[in-house]
């Protein structure tokens, strides 16, 4: 299905020149002299690259179907990580590339999107806020209530994040996954 640059939408996935691309943002202009344009940063689907693009107002794409699929992480093995459809129970794996970033957030058995472009898996989404249990840091000493005082953390899933002096190892932290953000001890 082809649509014009009057359609676009952030998130929405087309084909440029043969090659697959989600739209991060996008603007239009309208010049006081010539005609408008539409200047777009996209993120190519296979390799993660963004790239600036600019197109003229009302050319056309081939927009890919979209579709997000609810699976349940299961493990990792050497540089796999395995997921069950929660509604078939097949099970599929994926490697740690196509996972990306959402490896650090993943834990066993939480539900996460796998999000496709057609029928090519362009990535993982793990839940918005995670809970983790901390496994390194520097010990806490009573007192240590500095308002904006920081301290690395280690948690279960090797992610590193900064958190509040009164932490200590063995602590679980609620995490917001879309920016590695202490949000609070659980």
């Avoid at 649509?3 to 087309?14: H, L, M, P, Q, R």
């Avoid at 993660?48 to 093995?77: C, H, P, W």
């Avoid at 129970?89 to 057609?118: C, F, H, M, R, T």
């Amino acid at each position: 299905m082809a649509i014009s640059t009057a359609d676009f939408k952030n998130g929405k996935a087309i084909m440029i020149d043969g090659k697959p691309y989600v739209i991060i943002e996008f603007q239009h202009v309208k010049p006081g002299k010539g005609g408008a344009f539409v200047r777009t940063k996209v993120r190519d689907i296979r390799s993660g690259r963004v790239n600036d693009l600019t197109f003229r107002s009302g050319e056309k794409f081939d927009e890919i179907r979209m579709e997000t699929k609810e699976m349940q992480f299961l493990y990792k093995a050497d540089d796999e990580f395995h997921f069950m459809d929660t509604e078939s129970y097949e099970q599929s794996a994926l490697p740690a590339d196509v996972v990306g970033e959402a490896a650090q957030w993943l834990k066993e058995n939480d539900i996460v999107a796998l999000q496709y472009a057609g029928d090519e898996l362009i990535g993982v989404e793990p839940p918005m806020f995670v809970e983790l249990e901390v496994t390194e840091t520097e010990p806490g000493f009573k007192g240590d209530t500095v308002q904006g005082a920081n301290k690395p953390a280690t948690l279960e899933t090797g992610a590193v994040i900064n958190v509040p002096m009164f932490i200590n190892t063995g602590d679980v932290l609620k995490v917001d996954t879309r920016d590695g953000r202490y949000i609070t001890r659980v």
